[in-house]
């Protein structure tokens, strides 16, 4: 079997990067016209920022604290133009956000 012989669904391997788990897959629409989709392993990460999330219970910010560990292709879609634009309000407001506290490595507000 080669790699363009696995499928998920309708969906035919592109790639599959081994170390890093990253996965592309194409898809065919007709036309001419095909999408790409690639798919980021990021339970480790989350893993990793819930465990030092807790244990930074009680410590103190300061210079050099990790904050958070965001997965490349979110940070591009959702901060890199804020922060190539020096918005830090936006991206405070971001990592402050509850919906984003899983990126968090540190308590507190940013």
């Not at 079997?1 to 996965?23: A, E, K």
């Not at 509850?98 to 507190?108: E, L, N, S, T, V």
């Amino acid at each position: 079997m080669t790699p363009c012989d696995v499928f998920d669904g309708d969906w035919r391997l592109f790639s599959h990067d081994p170390q890093t788990g990253v996965t592309s897959w194409w898809l065919d629409l007709g036309n001419g016209t095909a999408v790409i989709r690639t798919d980021t392993p990021v339970d480790e990460l989350l893993d990793e920022n819930a465990e030092a999330y807790n244990d930074s219970l009680g410590r103190r910010f300061g210079d050099g604290k990790v904050v958070a560990s965001i997965p490349l292709n979110i940070y591009h879609d959702q901060l890199a133009e804020a922060h190539r634009q020096g918005d830090r309000n936006y991206v405070k407001r971001w990592l402050n956000d509850a919906d984003h506290q899983k990126f968090r490595k540190f308590r507190g507000n940013v």
